[in-house]
Every structure is written in structure tokens, then in C-alpha cells.
């Protein structure tokens, strides 16, 4: 059997009613839209590499275990892909309606945990597919290698034959019970094994544990609560979203003009933008402390392709009391240099480990308490979450229309209104921010600011390099008449940007969720 690990077990956990754990990408297509049942075609050939696609997760008796998959009896593709349009224009608000409106319903628990929406009519002639699964099947890079294989690398691929498939039986209670138990003192077994490998090395050994102490220390210490804001407090079961993107190509010529990474850049971009959301908010930003999840991939090579989760996180307080971009850059730089020694990762990752030995008849109960406490209480320690996922830098297709964009959807929860995912793909980033709909129509501002922050950087970057300056140093001179790529890169004009809101229309009325974005689902 296969269970689910403690943090995707905890996915689950984390819905109330209000949370809705169900991450996505909404991939923009070049048009004209394919017929829906060559979309039916095309994902019936690739299930034989998808297994998750058509198990479903079954409790174990009394919570004598995490849960676990197994195959749905009643398997049917067409519940799973769904059918829709954007009413005319089919503007990018309405798109951004339609999003937030498939992500604010729950995924039936009784069946496999996905969805996969056709959505025609964008602006244009482009279509869309969202790709919508619950967090517990994948973390983002998951997803993403996820993405690879129902989609296409090449233009011209060639749909195959669906693979025969019959659903194996569901293991009876006391199974998954004895398998339950067998597995966690398996787990536990193996990590004595690696004991007596700690008095060959009692140094080492002892230098990681104290490593991994002081690095709980420390993300505890970091859970103060902060001065309230509004952009957190309690949230309701609907979403507001909106998106925007940048060149790759700007971030990098960014980071080689005032160093750092591209995470930095990224961090330093979403700081700017959320000093301008808080302004736009009433709230003043240089009082303001606004302390971010950051999710870390602690994903090894041995695990790719494994559909699970995988992350520690950092807990990073943007720097929005900066208003000069080079500024809040450097001090990014500086910031999350340190605190990737930290050494907080690696606690998480150990809480992680620890998490799949403890009993989940404990477990469980535990976290769904703290849920209902933090949905009644409220939380101060976190204002929000920030991920990053390394897209595929090649393009990717869909019945032979190439994919033009990769905008992601991350979940919020209690106390966190907002928060924002990036994901790159084929040169390009593409940022969704994710809202509460009552309480935070405004997430155009923050998606709009975060790619202009890119461009006034990449402002700042080439104005440097104009003064032959990089990282801080003289930059090297070249000689003869041919200029490089990179040279040319900093001539370039910005990449074309498309920040978008589709949660407020211009006349500053909120948008009615039953009607907006109406559209025709083929099947229920």
C-alpha cells in the first residue's frame, strides 16, 4: 500500500471549510482551441504515467494511520475534465474571475483529486487550460514534472493509445491498519540503522544536531507576532486572484549588475510590491513587518518523479520598509545569505522526518485542533507565503499549440489573506497572487507592482552597466565590433507585461461570484 507521508497527510488536515489546499497553473495556449474530446483523447493516453490521477485517498480505521491511495472503482475520466467559456470579450478580468472562482470550490474527497478545465474564449484567440490538484498529491516541482508528462515537448507528437487498466481492489480495514503500523516501525528501524553511523562520526554527528537545534531555535524565535495589517485576519471559502509576468532575461540582467540570485531579485521585486499594496491599503509600510513563508525544496534526485511533497521553508520578513529598489535588493542579498545558514531549513526537514514516525492517531486530531483554533483565534506570526518553482525553460504543447504562459495558483489559510506564487517557464516568470475575495479584492495592485519593481530594477541594472560598473566592480570592457548576447540583452527593451486584476472592475463595485465569469460546464 502506499501511504500518504506526514506533510501530505497534513494538506488534508489543513482544510476546514474555509482553507481549500488545491494548488494550479493556468497554461495560456496559442489559439485556435482544439476540440474538447482530442483534450480527452490525449490525457486518456498518458493515466498509465499518471497512477495518482485515478487513485483516490481512503482513510485508515480510527486513524491508526496517515492515509492512504488507492485505486477508485468508479473511475471516470470525464468527471475529471471540464468544459468551459469565457462570456465575450473574454477579457483577462473575466479569466481572473473564472480562476478564482474553480479554485474556491473543495475537490470531492470520494474521488481522485484533480480537475482539468478547458477554458475557451480568452482574449486574442487563445485558450487555456487550468491543471487543478489538491497539495497532499504534489509540492510545485512535483507539479511541474507533473505538467511534463500530460503535456508535450514537441509540436507534432503523436496522441497514443489509452494502456488497458483495472482498478485493484480496496484493502480491507485491518490491512491498512497492519500495514500501517508494519510501515512505521520499518521507518523507525531505518532511522536506528543510521545510528551507529553517528558514534563513527560523534563530531559530525553532534556538530548536525546542534546545527539543527539552533535552527529551531531560531524559526521559533521568528514566530513573534507581528503589528497587525491589513492583509491578514480571518478568511472566507472564496478567492480573489490576478497575475502579471517579466522577462527571465531582465532578472538575470539585474542579478549580474548588483549580484545576488534570482530569488533574491524575485524577493526583492515582491518586498516593492507589497510596500505599494500596503500603501494602496491605508497601512504604513515603514511600521509594517510583513513575514513571509518561503517554502525549500528538500527534494533529492533520487526522489524526482515521485508525486509527493517534499519542502522545509524559511520564515523572511520583506523588506518593505525600503523604498529604494537597489536597496531592498542588496539587503535581500544579505538577508537570505544568512539565513540559509541558518540552519531553519534543516529543523523543518527534521520535523518533517520526526512527523513520519509520530502516531497519527495523535497527529491528526492535533492538527485539525490547531486549525479550528487558528480559524477561531486568528495568528499573528505570518502574514503571508512567497513560493518559487524552476519551471521548464523550453516550450511545451498541447495538441500542437505551443503554450504561450504558466501562471501558478497558491493556497492561503488562516490569517494569511494573500500570498503569492512564481513560477518560470521558457524565459519568462509569471507571478499569481492569490486573495481573499472579501477581504482582498485588491490583489491586481500587488501582481501589477511586483513587474514593475522587475523593470525599475532592470532600469537601475542598466543604467550601471552603462557606467561600466557590475556587482560593484568595474565591468570587464570588450574588444571589437561584435557585441554579445548579454550586451545586446541590456539595449533590449522590457519584456511585454500584462499585470492584470480581475477582482475589482473600474467602477469600484465588487463583482457578483454567482454570476461572474459565467460559463457551461460539459460534464458535472
Known amino acids: 500500500m502506499e501511504r500518504l507521508n506526514s506533510l501530505d497527510a497534513e494538506f488534508l488536515h489543513l482544510e476546514d471549510g474555509f482553507v481549500n489546499m488545491a494548488i494550479a497553473g493556468s497554461c495560456v495556449f496559442e489559439g485556435p482551441s482544439p476540440p474538447f474530446h482530442e483534450l480527452e483523447r490525449l490525457v486518456a493516453s498518458k493515466l498509465h504515467q499518471i497512477p495518482r490521477y485515478r487513485q483516490r485517498v481512503r482513510p485508515v480505521p480510527f486513524e491508526l494511520g496517515r492515509p492512504v491511495w488507492v485505486d477508485d472503482p468508479h473511475f ?12 465575450a470579450p473574454g477579457d483577462d478580468a473575466a479569466f481572473c474571475l473564472l480562476m478564482g472562482r474553480i479554485m474556491s470550490q473543495p475537490l470531492d474527497r470520494e474521488r481522485p483529486l484533480w480537475e482539468t478545465w478547458l477554458v475557451e474564449g480568452l482574449e486574442g484567440g487563445n485558450w487555456a487550460i487550468v491543471f487543478k490538484i489538491h ?24 496522441i497514443g493509445e489509452p494502456e488497458p487498466w483495472a482498478p485493484r481492489p480496496e484493502p480491507p480495514g485491518y490491512l491498512k491498519v497492519l500495514d500501517a503500523w508494519s510501515g512505521l516501525v520499518s521507518d523507525t528501524l531505518a532511522t536506528v540503522r543510521d545510528v551507529p553511523g553517528s558514534f563513527e562520526h560523534p563530531a559530525e554527528a553532534l556538530r548536525s544536531m546542534l546545527e539543527t537545534a539552533e535552527g529551531a531555535v531560531r524559526f521559533a524565535r521568528r514566530l513573534a507576532p507581528t503589528r497587525p495589517l491589513s492583509i491578514e485576519g480571518p478568511i472566507g471559502p472564496h478567492r480573489s486572484w490576478a497575475h502579471s509576468s517579466s522577462s527571465l532575461a531582465d532578472v538575470k540582467l539585474i542579478r549580474s549588475a548588483f549580484g545576488g540570485t534570482v530569488n533574491d531579485v524575485v524577493l526583492a521585486a515582491v518586498a516593492g510590491g507589497y510596500r505599494a499594496l500596503l500603501t494602496e491599503r491605508g497601512d504604513d509600510p515603514d511600521q509594517a513587518v510583513v513575514r513571509s513563508l518561503v517554502p525549500v525544496s528538500t527534494r533529492h534526485a533520487d526522489a524526482r518523479g515521485v508525486p509527493d511533497n517534499r519542502v522545509s521553508a524559511l520564515l523572511y520578513e520583506l523588506p518593505v520598509q525600503l523604498d529604494d529598489p537597489v536597496e531592498r535588493l542588496e539587503l535581500v542579498h544579505a538577508q537570505m545569505t544568512q539565513l540559509k545558514s541558518s540552519h531553519i531549513s534543516e529543523a523543518g526537514e527534521a520535523v518533517t522526518t520526526i512527523g513520519n514516525l509520530a502516531p497519527p492517531m495523535l497527529v491528526g486530531p492535533a492538527s485539525r485542533l490547531i486549525i479550528r483554533s487558528m480559524s477561531v483565534l486568528g495568528q499573528q506570526s505570518l502574514n503571508t507565503v512567497t ?30 489573506r494573500v500570498g503569492t506564487a512564481i513560477l518560470s517557464y521558457n524565459g519568462n516568470l509569471f507571478f499569481g497572487i492569490t486573495g481573499d475575495y472579501e477581504t482582498m479584492p485588491d490583489v491586481g495592485v500587488l501582481a501589477a507592482a511586483i513587474s514593475a519593481g522587475i523593470d525599475e530594477l532592470r532600469e537601475c541594472a542598466v543604467a550601471r552597466l552603462a557606467h561600466g560598473q557590475s556587482n560593484g566592480k568595474p565591468a570587464a570592457r570588450r574588444s571589437g565590433g561584435s557585441q554579445s548576447g548579454g550586451r545586446r540583452a541590456v539595449a533590449a527593451p522590457p519584456a511585454a507585461r500584462r499585470p492584470t486584476n480581475g477582482a475589482r472592475p473600474s467602477n469600484g463595485r465588487r463583482p457578483n461570484l454567482a454570476t461572474a465569469g459565467r460559463h457551461t460546464i460539459r460534464k458535472p
Open 76 to 87: 471516470d475520466l470525464s468527471y475529471h475534465l471540464r468544459h468551459t467559456a469565457l462570456p
Open 387 to 416: 513560493t518559487n518553482v524552476p519551471g521548464p525553460q523550453f516550450p511545451l504543447y498541447c495538441l500542437g499549440r505551443v503554450m504561450l504562459e504558466y501562471r501558478p495558483f497558491v493556497p492561503i489559510s488562516h490569517g494569511l
Open 135 to 158: 497539495h497532499c498529491m504534489v509540492d510545485g516541482i512535483a507539479g511541474v514534472e507533473l505538467l511534463t508528462v500530460v503535456l508535450d515537448m514537441a509540436a507534432k507528437a503523436v
